[in-house]
């Protein structure tokens, strides 16, 4: 077989020459036909240099863009094995750290909320995240926020308890004040009526004989002073005049005490009728039983007209 030629074998054929053409002028013809197929394909081969070269340039940035992504990625999560335990620790130590914080915050709510406040949602709380040193740090992020949240609500009962507790002994102290205040404006009106009443009382006289001599001893022996000793003298002189025998014709009043009826007079003495002393002993005895002392006898008589 012989080799064929890489051409094809399709005869050439010559070129038809214009009758009267130069060969000068022949070759310069085929030239200038050539010309046009070869800028073409100039044309051709640069536009697909530009094209092969914007593609290129495409690629390239691409690659460059996919790089820096994943070099971002890689910096994002930690990818190295010893950032990635790095990572880890300082997970750990946080979780710790905020799951001691939360304890110790929790334990003194709960007990200041003795009496106070239901602790017992958080008192739950506390219990499990106790544990934390068990649990992983996602874990213990949650219980962490929950006992947080247990805790707040806590407080703001124990601080309400405080509240009324607060208003409960400022109201208890002010009516303590107003007691106190009334029974202070009582004692002074009490002791202004004593003064006015004791300006006014009478008093005994300085040697007195007699049946008032005899009741100013038994008033003494009573613990009575001499301020009792005049109202006794001034309320016996308007019943009786200190008079034994004295009797009241319409009501049987007797004695100088003015008993009624005289016979009362009987349980100081069977001589009532007659003896002084008995008379005075039977009186005072009334007098302090019904009025505590003369001068009350004395008041409420100047009041009422009797005693």
């Given at each position: 077989?012989?080799?064929?030629s890489?051409?094809?074998?399709?005869p050439?054929l010559?070129?038809?020459?214009?009758p009267?053409?130069?060969?000068?002028?022949?070759?310069t013809?085929?030239?200038?036909?050539?010309?046009?197929?070869?800028?073409a394909?100039?044309?051709v081969?640069v536009g697909a240099?530009?094209?092969?070269?914007?593609?290129?340039?495409s690629a390239?940035?691409?690659q460059?863009?996919?790089?820096?992504?994943?070099?971002?990625?890689?910096?994002?999560?930690?990818?190295r094995?010893?950032?990635?335990?790095?990572h880890?620790?300082i997970?750990?130590a946080?979780?710790?750290?905020a799951?001691?914080?939360?304890l110790?915050?929790?334990k003194?709510?709960?007990?200041a909320?003795?009496?106070?406040?239901?602790?017992?949602?958080?008192a739950?709380s506390?219990?499990?995240?106790?544990?934390?040193r068990?649990?992983?740090?996602?874990r213990?992020?949650?219980?962490?926020?929950?006992?947080s949240?247990?805790?707040?609500?806590?407080?703001?009962?124990?601080?309400k308890?405080d509240?009324v507790?607060?208003e409960?002994?400022?109201?208890?102290?002010?009516?303590?004040?107003a007691?106190?205040?009334?029974?202070a404006?009582?004692?002074?009106?009490?002791?202004?009526?004593s003064?006015?009443?004791g300006?006014?009382?009478?008093?005994?006289?300085?040697?007195?004989?007699?049946?008032?001599?005899?009741?100013?001893?038994?008033?003494?022996?009573?613990?009575?002073?001499d301020?009792?000793?005049?109202?006794?003298?001034s309320?016996?002189?308007?019943?009786?005049?200190?008079?034994?025998?004295?009797?009241?014709?319409?009501?049987g009043?007797?004695g100088i005490?003015?008993?009624?009826?005289g016979?009362k007079m009987?349980?100081?003495g069977?001589?009532?009728a007659?003896n002084?002393?008995?008379?005075?002993?039977?009186?005072?005895?009334?007098?302090?039983?019904?009025?505590?002392?003369?001068?009350?006898?004395?008041?409420?008589?100047?009041?009422?007209?009797?005693?």
């Amino acid at each position: 077989m012989q080799n064929q030629s890489s051409t094809s074998n399709t005869p050439v054929l010559p070129t038809p020459e214009e009758p009267g053409m130069s060969r000068r002028g022949r070759r310069t013809r085929r030239t200038w036909r050539r010309g046009p197929i070869i800028a073409a394909g100039a044309v051709v081969a640069v536009g697909a240099l530009v094209g092969s070269g914007f593609a290129v340039q495409s690629a390239v940035a691409a690659q460059n863009d996919r790089i820096a992504a994943t070099a971002e990625l890689s910096a994002a999560t930690d990818l190295r094995v010893e950032q990635l335990g790095s990572h880890s620790n300082i997970l750990e130590a946080r979780a710790v750290k905020a799951a001691e914080d939360t304890l110790s915050g929790a334990k003194d709510t709960i007990s200041a909320a003795k009496g106070k406040a239901d602790a017992t949602e958080l008192a739950s709380s506390v219990a499990a995240l106790d544990n934390f040193r068990l649990l992983a740090p996602e874990r213990v992020f949650e219980l962490a926020e929950t006992t947080s949240a247990h805790t707040g609500t806590v407080k703001s009962a124990i601080a309400k308890a405080d509240r009324v507790a607060a208003e409960k002994k400022a109201a208890a102290e002010a009516a303590a004040r107003a007691a106190a205040a009334e029974a202070a404006a009582a004692e002074e009106a009490a002791s202004n009526e004593s003064a006015s009443s004791g300006g006014s009382r009478p008093s005994g006289p300085a040697n007195p004989s007699g049946a008032q001599a005899i009741a100013r001893d038994m008033l003494a022996a009573r613990g009575w002073g001499d301020d009792q000793f005049g109202c006794l003298v001034s309320l016996w002189d308007r019943e009786s005049g200190w008079n034994v025998y004295a009797e009241n014709p319409s009501s049987g009043a007797y004695g100088i005490p003015q008993a009624l009826p005289g016979s009362k007079m009987g349980s100081a003495g069977s001589d009532w009728a007659t003896n002084a002393a008995t008379q005075i002993a039977w009186g005072l005895g009334y007098i302090s039983d019904r009025y505590g002392s003369p001068c009350g006898a004395w008041d409420h008589s100047e009041s009422n007209g009797w005693y």
